[in-house]
């Protein structure tokens, strides 16, 4: 097999025993990039030169010993996260020729790590949206098909994992941006638990709401990405003060005795059967192996996608007033006067789906209307959490589809907002609350496109969603598979 389809453990074995170089890695994923990334469009800007130095100095470090797990392992970032000297546009006109003068620090841990990072992946512009054809510059493919969405936010992200064009890659999760795209690309996303890990130099677009995290081949690597980049962060005021913890110590075979709950909220009208079919099979397994199902309810789980698409955008309203072409980012050069040049700057910088959202959060926000839509919005989210709450008293961790469809054509839900938020109606709950949720390859639809299942975990119950995550890809080959048009 080639050295671009290994996972961060296989090749960390082989970095160990000096059958490979990070230099030959590293060219080996950059020649695969070349070869198809024409077809599939995941990268924004990719740098090369940087990633081959990188490499170089990671080999320098494995000759002495030393270095970790991600030593010498190159990875894609998603163009969200900040990284100095290099541009990051949160795939948006407004910000096309922004080059950050700092890490976020999730780009410092990685760089300590040993990581070599090979660029910036294709993203909807500042993360709003669950297709990636809303990214300022080319809408990214699935790997699987080529007509076909590859998901998103972290639509990038997803599709330079399926199709080999990366080791792992960073992404950010606000309603499901990691896990809905890792679904339908099929690879293994987790979200997780808000503030675990550091969001200092990640743009935001929902600051109650965002959380960088894995997108990876298999359970063992998400593990040890999310290994090198939790943590707490002094720079960063929501992330938690825990002390650090080894998530590869939960990856232990057997499950026998944990209670997996299935809410039945999950389970009703516009679900598609081949969804319900490979999520109702992954179930099977779980319960081969000695996991008890349990049913739970999450009653106000139909009311998450409006309280969501309420308090994502007012938040976002806020974060993106930041951009009028004073600061930084694009400024239009036809203005006379400074009103002028704040309208055409903004209405030229962003795309059509973030101008909705700051609309709509705006109209939250505004005087006469704060408290119909963004308080009642909040208490409503309280209620999603005290669902939770209650479900996990009587269950471990909870089972549900990542999305309600398998991935569904370019094109087909972009002039129809109302299906396109619909996407993300069964991630946006670990958002609201607060959860560490994972994505896993569960099976494949009629048109062989990816599916995925969602193991959702109590607060900072990583450890306990990646053991079932880990345990259910042991028993099956999902995540083995490889997209056939890329092969």
């Given amino acids: 097999m080639q050295l671009y389809a290994l996972t961060i453990h296989a090749l960390r074995e082989l970095l160990l025993k000096k059958e490979v170089t990070s230099v030959e890695i590293t060219g080996s994923v950059l020649a695969r990039i070349k070869e198809v990334d024409h077809k599939v469009h995941a990268y924004i800007t990719l740098t090369p030169e940087v990633a081959l130095e990188q490499a170089r100095e990671a080999d320098h470090i494995l000759q002495k010993g030393e270095g970790g797990p991600l030593t010498g392992i190159p990875i894609s970032i998603k163009d969200v996260i900040c990284t100095e000297g290099i541009h990051t546009t949160c795939g948006s006109y407004i910000l096309k020729d922004f080059v950050p003068i700092y890490d976020a620090t999730v780009i410092r841990r990685l760089k300590e790590a040993g990581a070599v990072l090979l660029g910036k992946v294709n993203m909807d512009e500042f993360a709003m949206g669950s297709s990636t054809e809303n ?3 080319h809408i990214t493919r699935n790997p699987w098909h080529l007509d076909y969405i590859p998901g998103g936010s972290s639509g990038g992200s997803a599709a330079a994992v399926a199709a080999d064009e990366c080791v792992a890659s960073l ?32 743009i935001a677009f929902a600051s109650s709401l965002d959380q960088i995290g894995p997108l990876t081949k298999d359970v063992t690597d998400c593990a040890l990405l999310l290994n090198a980049v939790h943590g707490h ?49 992954a179930i099977e397994v779980l319960s081969g192996l000695g996991a008890e199902t349990v049913d739970v309810s999450l009653p106000h789980t139909e009311y998450a996608v409006a309280i969501y698409y309420i308090i994502a955008p007012a938040e976002a309203s806020s974060n993106l007033a930041r951009y009028d072409g004073v600061k ?97 109606i069964f991630t946006v709950p670990a958002n609201l ?30 450890e306990k969603i990646l053991q079932v995550a880990y345990n259910f890809e042991s028993e099956t080959d999902f995540h083995m598979r490889k997209p056939p048009l890329l092969s």
């Fill in 328 to 424: 930084y980012g694009y400024r239009d050069a036809d203005a006379k006067e400074l009103l002028e040049m704040y309208e055409k700057t903004r209405s030229r910088g962003f795309g059509a789906e973030v101008k909705r959202r700051i609309m709509l959060g705006t109209y939250a926000l505004s005087s006469g209307y704060y408290d119909a839509y963004y308080k009642k919005a909040s208490q409503v989210r309280t209620l999603i959490a005290e669902d939770f709450k209650k479900g996990f008293d009587r269950c471990d961790v909870i089972l549900t589809p990542v999305a309600p469809t398998p991935p569904f054509k370019i094109g087909e839900k972009v002039n129809d907002p109302f299906q396109m938020y619909l996407s993300d």
């Fill in 171 to 202: 992404g950010s999760d606000t309603g499901g941006s990691i896990r809905q795209p890792a679904a339908h690309c099929g690879v293994v996303g987790l979200k997780p638990t808000y503030g675990t890990v550091s969001r200092y130099g990640l």
């Fill in 233 to 281: 962060d002094p720079l960063d005021s929501t992330s938690a003060p825990r002390p650090q913890v080894d998530y590869t110590k939960a990856l232990v075979k057997g499950i026998k005795g944990i209670k997996i709950g299935i809410p039945e909220e999950y389970f009703g009208p516009g679900l598609s059967p081949d969804v319900e079919k490979s999520v109702r099979n």
């Fill in 135 to 137: 990214s300022a510059f």
């Fill in 433 to 462: 609350a607060g959860l560490p949720a994972i994505s896993v390859p569960c099976g494949f639809s009629a048109e062989g496109l990816p599916i995925g299942i969602q193991i959702l975990g109590n607060h900072f119950a990583e």
